[in-house]
């Protein structure tokens, strides 16, 4: 089984990783791509260039296994749609269960997504939630995908939905932005690589 965590990265940050990282144990992945998304569809444009965001990636993730980042949404083309990102690594591992992770806020308007139910014939759709999350009631499609057995998830390759609790560290992206853009210090919300990065490349002042 492997992992699909979307995400702008504008910022890569601890709440993302030690996400991915649950994730990656919680459900005993083979890895999990971490996939910087091109132009966000879905939200405002990012401040730092799609490189720039790559290439913090690659910084914390180049000596492990457990997350992959995986740079094909930036080498495409316009938009980044998920049923594109899907359906190519459907091509590339045709017999193995994918699990696309997404948070539970994205995921209350994930029926405005690009194609959103044939999504269900590429991958299971994990939904990520933090202890109170409100989570709009659930529609007769996922009504009819909804599984609370990973079991099912192993068995099958595709075509479940399934929610997820995780630890959410309180750190985001923007509040990262606006501390250093007001000259507080990151440290310990981000890896020191990071950070080195974002100041050798005058990034968010
Ligand atoms: P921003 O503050 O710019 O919106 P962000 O920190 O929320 O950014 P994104 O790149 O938009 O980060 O998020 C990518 C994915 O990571 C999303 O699925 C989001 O739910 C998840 N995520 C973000 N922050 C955390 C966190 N602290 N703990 C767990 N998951 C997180």
Redesign the pocket.
Known sequence: MIGI??????P?????L??ALELKELFELEHVRLIPCAQPVH?DS?MTTAVQRLEMLQLVTKNQTDLIVDAQELQRAGGSYTFDTLTALRLNYPDVTLLF???S??FNKFTTWFRWQELFDLAHIVV?TRPNAELKPLNEFFKMRLTNDKQILKEEFSGRLFFQQ????????????GMIAARQNPRFLLPDAVIDYIYQNQLYF
């Open positions: 965590f979307g995400g702008t990265f504008d890569v940050h601890y709440g993302h030690r996400a939200r990012p992770f997404v948070g806020d994205a990520i995780i630890t959410q560290l309180a750190i985001s992206a923007t509040a990262i932005r």
